[in-house]
């Protein structure tokens, strides 16, 4: 016998099977009514569920080429609003057992479902009593006949209802698989659905489904994957006689911002909160969840410690974190203080709409933070959030070669934002820390200050225009940066009138700085500054504008030491004026020109003609400026003459 004739018998083994089974199951469909199967089918899902479906609409019995039976219009629970309703029910018959004239469902699928979770305020819902029922039939002791082992949701939608919160949530397109425990005690569901518009998949499986409808403990496992989050638990859960759960979470989510947007929570304020990684143990106990032995990364700073979240009544996340190393740079980024030219306060309107979705408990600890172009040592600092109000206290940080303890609040106001502030620094670099908190950088040295002031405003610059408190500064062994004081009044003290010239470089030595400052809406009154070095003394009083950044000072200099025995210390007055980040100083004019032997003249100048001219003339020369023709022919006379009397 040839191969050809061999697989040609074969061909025709198979095809006499295949009309023998054909001709079978024509037949059934002529012997098998199809009231019996349809009885026989609804009584199996009744057996393996102990639920009684609803039938609304029409059945249909399939036995050929597929034994299938499908129910329409099919509904679970109170028919006003039901549980569950699907389009169509449909169950595979088993293909022995309805060649043996028996019906065996081998699988159900809901079409189109929409199952339906409402949560009353006592934590009871809608499916309670379902559950009850399907937990009796699911007991070992309970008689059942053979069941079912897998059933099918395709295409359905699942809206969760919180009645005591009145919220609601819908996830749509669910298509899951659930393994039926029909064979070992186990439950199991695979499939996918679609919540706020991104796609999950999911999987679920308890260890012991009995025990699980029951509410005792038994063992959970459930991942999520999406493109807002990938999470995983591992544990055990129980619901009697309360919520409890206990296992291993794993989380990471390419951006913990656009995630908790996902999720439905306000977005939170300023910039970071990108990159997220979490794993720690988790003890839930009713609406409190506990995480311990927490490994969190967040933009890249890892912590590790322990976390409280509790959804009783307003959500309130609690915890402590230490770290090796912070870098808050992500989060301060959008904060401008200054616009792009660094000489103005930001105009832009300030939002804390962020700070209402949650309370927040934080204590937080580092070796080293960075923020921008700060950096800070051993830091403590807490975290306090309640009803969009928030504290944030700073223990002790290592900061500006110093330390740094205080308070910073921000709430929301009718005005926008309200802004508390109380700061102490100690022994710290004045320079760099003046300069970073404040853009000024002149005063060199080591010293301590203390700043309180509140304000509100829709601005950094609306701020500037209601602050009220007070300042003030001891600082020792530094300098004024930019101005050389002592050259200054030497040079006037020879000659009075020799001109001004340059004095913005260089720099003034002192022993100690005292400032004391009071600010009143907006403007700081100068109550006292004064400046003691070996060599010069200042004095200084006025104000300056927070909200213009302007100076308007007046004071007096004083040469410490005196050129020849007996003399009078030189004393200059001067004042202070222009932006603070650049301002001009200018010795007194009428001082000068009493000193200088050329004052009768220029006095009697002013008396015959404008003092207009006069005074500019006097500072054309203190100025280096320009002097008239007729000014200039008596220069050298003028010259002799500006020896002091």
């Given at each position: 016998m040839t191969a050809a004739s061999g697989l040609k018998r074969l061909g025709f083994v198979l095809l006499a099977a295949f009309v023998a089974v054909a001709g079978v199951l024509t037949a059934a469909g002529y012997?098998?009514?199809?009231?019996?199967?349809?009885?026989?089918?609804?009584?199996?899902?009744?057996?393996?569920?102990?639920?009684?479906?609803?039938?609304?609409?029409?059945?249909?019995?399939?036995?050929?080429?597929?034994?299938?039976?499908s129910f329409e219009d099919v509904v679970l629970g109170d028919t006003e609003r039901p549980a569950l309703a699907a389009e169509r029910l449909t169950t595979r018959l088993r293909f022995i057992p309805l060649l043996l004239g028996r019906v065996e469902i081998g699988d159900v699928s809901l079409e189109r479902p929409t199952i339906a979770i409402d949560i009353e305020a006592n934590g009871q819902s809608n499916w309670s009593r379902l559950i009850e029922v399907l937990a009796r039939s699911q007991n070992p002791g309970a008689a059942r006949a053979t069941s079912f082992s897998e059933m099918r949701i395709d295409n359905g939608t699942v809206v969760v209802r919180d009645l005591g919160r009145k919220t609601e949530e819908k996830l749509t397109d669910v298509d899951f698989s659930l393994a039926w425990p029909s064979i070992s005690k186990s439950f199991g569901a695979t499939g996918h659905f679609v919540w706020h518009n991104q796609p999950m998949d999911a999987s679920l499986s308890l260890a012991d489904f009995t025990a699980a409808l029951a509410g005792n403990r038994t063992g959970l496992k459930l991942r999520l994957a999406g493109a807002p989050i990938k999470a995983a638990f591992e544990g055990s859960i129980s619901v009697t006689p309360t919520l409890r759960i206990e296992g291993t979470i794993a989380a990471d989510a390419p951006s913990l911002r656009e995630t908790l947007i996902w999720a439905g929570q306000r977005p939170l304020p300023g910039g970071g909160f990108g990159r997220f990684t979490i794993k720690a143990q988790t003890n839930v106990v009713g609406g409190t969840i506990s995480l311990t032995g927490v490994n969190v990364d967040l933009d890249g700073n890892s912590a590790e410690g322990v976390l409280t979240f509790a959804t009783d009544g307003r959500q309130t996340l609690q915890g402590t974190l230490a770290a090796d190393k912070l870098d808050l740079t992500p989060y301060v980024s959008t904060v401008r203080l200054l616009t792009g030219n660094q000489r103005e306060w930001d105009n832009a309107r300030i939002t804390l709409d962020g700070l209402n979705g949650m309370d927040l408990d934080l204590r937080l600890s580092a070796g080293n933070v960075v923020a921008s172009n700060a950096k800070f040592g051993r830091t403590a600092i807490a975290a306090n959030l309640r009803g969009g109000h928030l504290v944030v206290t700073v223990g002790e940080a290592q900061a500006y070669n110093g330390l740094v303890k205080g308070s910073l609040a921000l709430a929301n106001a009718e005005q926008g934002v309200e802004v508390k502030s109380q700061l102490q620094f100690i022994d710290v670099d004045l320079e760099n820390c003046l300069g970073q908190l404040f853009n000024l950088r002149r005063l060199e040295g080591k010293g301590n200050m203390s700043l309180t002031v509140e304000g509100f405003g829709d601005s950094v610059l609306g701020v500037t225009r209601t602050l009220h408190g007070n300042a003030n500064l001891v600082g020792q062994s530094g300098a004024l940066a930019g101005l050389n004081v002592e050259q200054l009044l030497r040079r006037l003290e020879r000659r009075p009138l020799s001109g001004g010239g340059e004095f913005r470089s260089g720099r003034t030595p002192y022993d100690k700085i005292t400032v004391e400052l009071k600010i009143e809406k907006g403007t700081v009154s100068v109550e006292d500054v004064k400046i003691e070095g070996s060599s010069v003394r200042l004095g200084l009083a006025g104000t300056a504008s927070i909200p213009h950044r302007e100076l308007d000072l007046k004071g007096t200099a004083t040469l410490v030491a005196v050129t020849r025995p007996g003399a009078v210390p030189f004393e200059l007055p001067f004042i202070v004026q222009g932006s603070w980040d650049d301002p001009l100083m200018l010795p007194d004019p009428e001082a000068l020109i009493r000193r200088s032997g050329a004052a009768a003249p220029l006095l009697n100048a002013v008396r015959e003609r404008?003092?207009?001219?006069?005074?500019?003339?006097?500072?054309?020369?203190?100025?280096?400026?320009?002097?008239?023709?007729a000014e200039q022919q008596a220069a050298p006379a003028a010259t002799t003459a500006d020896k002091p009397e």
């Open positions: 012997l098998i009514s199809p009231e019996m199967v349809r009885s026989q089918a609804l009584r199996e899902i009744r057996a393996a569920t102990g639920l009684e479906p609803i039938l609304r609409g029409a059945a249909k019995v399939t036995l050929f080429p597929n034994g299938t039976v404008s003092a207009r001219d006069s005074v500019r003339s006097v500072i054309d020369r203190l100025t280096g400026g320009a002097m008239p023709a």
